[in-house]
Structures are given as structure tokens and as C-alpha cells.
């Protein structure tokens, strides 16, 4: 008894250190010199996050909560932290508790906290949510093209996510998902027609990589970075198994990943 009441104090307490460093680390940043724009603190917040390691699956758990994680991201987590807290430094209210309210809003359908299936799981559900909360503006459908295919990806593999394997009711939230998601418009700019429109892009711009895998829409994120008049990529990458901002060019990269099919490009307003 006295080993297991030590295992959960040792839990607590590692679990409100945590907390107490995310916050500490979150006003930090926020009081970093001011930008004149989004697009520029995007790259300063971004760029105090390069070397940090890739983590994949750091919002799983027990139970469905806000995670605030900020010593370890996948391209997921890298890009909603550094666009909330880049959000929050340019409120009314830059504050720890305003930068957690844009990022519930950004991560949770309705801003509510609801079980694994109001939690946004798709991305281009999540820009939708995002531009519907006049935190960004999708630029894909002035610049690229409609997608033509089912987005359920999730549904047909359930396998690969232990919240739902074996849970139809989670299972059915999250079809009812997808079904609302096919009813709405996705854009992007096909591969073949990047360069045409790359001049369009700019520094802090969140670019979607779109995919050619069944039922996927999207397979990586992240943000672009002009540098010499040429695009880069700051992202948490898995290949390099931590945050950084590509060698080689936004194009280069897109180019020789076969699974990409295009982009999305979204402005952070």
C-alpha cells in the first residue's frame, strides 16, 4: 500500500513539475521582443524549438485532455504550439491561459473536450475549424485544385489506433466524422504545378503536404521559411528525428518524397 501510494505521489509530482515547465517555457516565449507580424514571430518562436526531438503520439492517453507538450513534438503538435503561442504574443491578452484557449480551439471540434472523437484528427478538418475561427486563411483553393477523394483513412484501419481498435462507439464517432469531412471541398496545388505557384508562399505560411495513400489527406506539416529567395521547410521532421529547417528546398523535398501528391497552403491571419 505504501509502494503504491508512493508510485502515484511520485506521478503527481512529476506530472505538476511538467505542467509548471510548459507554462514557465510558454511565457518565456511570450515575452520574447515583438514582431511587427504573425509571419515573423512564427519563424522567432519556431526557430527557439530547432534540435528539439521528434515524439510521435504525445497527445494518446487514458483519457482525453488538453496536452500542452513542449519538449518533444511530431509534425502535428510542432505546428498548433508554435501557431498558438505566435497568436497569443499578438492578442489582446498574451498570456499562458489565452495561448491554452487557442490551442484547445485549434486541437477540439467546437473548442469542447469530448472523448477521443472531438478531438480533430484530419488535417484538413483541423484548417477548416482553424479558418472558421479566423485563425488562418486557406490560400489553396485560389491557388491549386479540387482533391477528388474519400477521406476515411482512420476508419478503414483501425487497427493502427489503439482508442478505437476495439471500441465501435468511438468507431462510429469517428466515421460520422469523415462523412461531414466529404462534404466539404479540400484544394491543393498538385506536385506537377508547385513552382508555378511557389512565389506565392511565404515566410510563416503553414504548408500541408497532401498524400497519395488511400483515404489520406494529408501526410506531413509544417512551415515555410523563405530564405535567398528560396523556400525551406521548418517542420519536426521524423526523418531527422527532430525539430529543423530542411537543407534542401521546400520543392526538393516535395519532389522526392513519392507519397506526397501536392500542397496545402495556409496563411496564419
Known sequence: MKALFL?????????????????????????????????????????????LPYEGGTLEGPEEKLICKLDAFDCYTFVENVMAISLAKHSEQPTFENYMKILQ?????????????????????????????????????????????????????????????????????IILMEKKLAKKAIYHIKKEDYSTYEPAIKTGDIIAFTSTVAGLDVNH????????????????????????????TLQQYLMRIKKHAGVMVLRVS
Open 105 to 173: 480551439d485549434l486541437r477540439y471540434r467546437n473548442s469542447k473536450i469530448d472523448g477521443y472523437g472531438s478531438r480533430i484528427h484530419y488535417f484538413t478538418d483541423w484548417a477548416k475549424t482553424a479558418e472558421k475561427n479566423n485563425y488562418l486563411k486557406d490560400l489553396s483553393p485560389i491557388l491549386g485544385v479540387k482533391m477528388d477523394k474519400p477521406i476515411n483513412f482512420m476508419s478503414q484501419h483501425r487497427n493502427l489506433y489503439p482508442s478505437f481498435a476495439k471500441d465501435d462507439k468511438v468507431l462510429e464517432d
Open 7 to 51: 508510485f502515484l505521489f511520485i506521478c503527481l509530482l512529476s506530472t505538476n513539475l511538467a505542467a509548471q515547465f510548459n507554462q514557465k517555457l510558454v511565457e518565456e516565449k511570450l515575452k520574447l521582443p515583438q514582431k511587427a507580424s504573425v509571419d515573423e514571430t512564427i519563424l522567432q518562436i519556431g526557430q527557439t524549438f530547432l534540435g
Open 221 to 248: 506539416e509544417g512551415f515555410a521559411v523563405r530564405k535567398n529567395g528560396k523556400l525551406y521547410l521548418m517542420h519536426a521532421s521524423i526523418e531527422k528525428k527532430k525539430v529543423i529547417i530542411s537543407e534542401e
